[in-house]
């Protein structure tokens, strides 16, 4: 088992090397029973291949349904259920714009949550695979995107917008340690841009 686990991390190191490296920081940071959302974004798209878990439903994964915007509610409902788990949402900055007013529930209901959003200005998996189909031609992935963690504040939420994605773990630790809603938003750019979702 160990050599299957070895040659299947192998493999994706070779095709997504610094999404994995960006889970496995956000792991050593995490309780072993903490529960994690993930959405439709590229470290969405690569948590259940390889984000490693631990304990019974503690990753919820929407599946391939096109479900953009699950995360974040779904990772509140969590919070609610079980306020004695750390809580957390990973999202792209495009999915997490289709339910973000839900920060308003989650402060209101006073829940211990730490909402990640991936930021790299595009609906990223798409603009991929239009580069592959099309030959670059792109139409209609690129975002405007706000300020998340400013978005976060207005909520009355604790936000932090982060230079680098090797700032992410630090983040995410002193937000535990903290407690209540935080909204930290995070670069995706440079090594991110190219690499594909696992169903390409």
């Known amino acids: 088992m160990a050599a299957v686990r070895a040659q299947k991390r192998a493999g994706i190191a070779r095709v997504a090397g610094p999404v994995l490296e960006l889970l496995d920081g956000l792991r050593a940071v995490l309780p072993r029973d903490a529960i994690v959302a993930d959405d439709l974004c590229l470290p969405g798209y690569w948590s259940p291949l390889a984000l490693d878990v631990f304990e019974p439903r503690t990753l919820l994964h929407p599946g391939m349904f096109g479900t953009l915007g699950y995360a974040l509610p779904a990772a509140i409902g969590a ?3 079980r306020s004695d788990r750390v809580c957390v949402s990973l999202s792209g900055d495009g999915g997490f714009l289709y339910t973000s007013q839900e920060l308003a529930t989650a402060v209101q209901q006073q829940v211990n949550l730490v909402s990640i959003v991936f930021n790299d200005n595009a609906y990223g998996a798409l603009g991929v695979v239009q580069d592959r189909v099309f030959g670059g031609r792109r139409i209609a992935v690129e975002l405007r995107s706000p300020d ?3 978005l976060g504040t207005a909520y009355g939420a604790h936000g932090v ?3 680098s994605a090797s700032e992410l773990p630090g983040a995410v630790s002193e937000a ?3 407690g209540g809603v ?3 938003e ?3 750019d440079g090594q991110f841009a190219s690499i594909p979702p696992p169903w390409l």
Do not use: E, G, Q, T
């Open 79 to 81: 919070a609610l259920a």
């Open 176 to 178: 535990i340690a903290r």
């Open 161 to 163: 917008k982060l230079s």
């Open 148 to 150: 998340f963690a400013m």
């Open 186 to 188: 995070c670069p995706l």
């Open 182 to 184: 935080h909204v930290i």
